[in-house]
């Protein structure tokens, strides 16, 4: 059986127009098995709002910017990644709040699998 595991990415709170940029170095080896994008804001806006692009060192994975809301959903909604994380190897991420007035507080979570 796989060993599966979790790691959560506070986005913080993202004012209305403005971007959070920054990444996570892997500290064993995994395969990214899929990403999903948690809002935590009180009054939920939304992460229809939200775009990003993501990328593990040099492979980008979002051609261009990307709704996050293609990764709010269950497991079996949310794409399959498998992309290798090595230990070593770091995740990018830039998440854009597009919205014009309201904020939005939202969490990355990663879904690592750990390479035998």
Not at 73 to 94: A, C, E, M
Request: net charge neutral.
């Amino acid at each position: 059986m796989a060993e599966i595991y979790f790691k959560t990415i506070d986005l913080g709170t993202i004012s209305a127009g403005n971007t959070v940029s920054s990444s996570w170095t892997s500290d064993d080896n995994y395969t990214l098995k899929r990403m999903y994008c948690v809002e935590y804001t009180a009054t939920a806006v939304g992460t229809r709002f939200l775009t990003g692009t993501f990328r593990v060192d040099g492979y980008t994975f979002t051609k261009d910017v990307v709704p996050l809301s293609l990764f709010d959903g269950y497991k079996n909604q949310v794409p399959q990644l498998d992309i290798d994380l090595s230990k070593g190897k770091t995740f990018y991420y830039s998440v854009k709040n597009n919205h014009s007035s309201s904020s939005i507080a939202a969490y990355l979570v990663l879904e690592l699998e750990k390479k035998p």
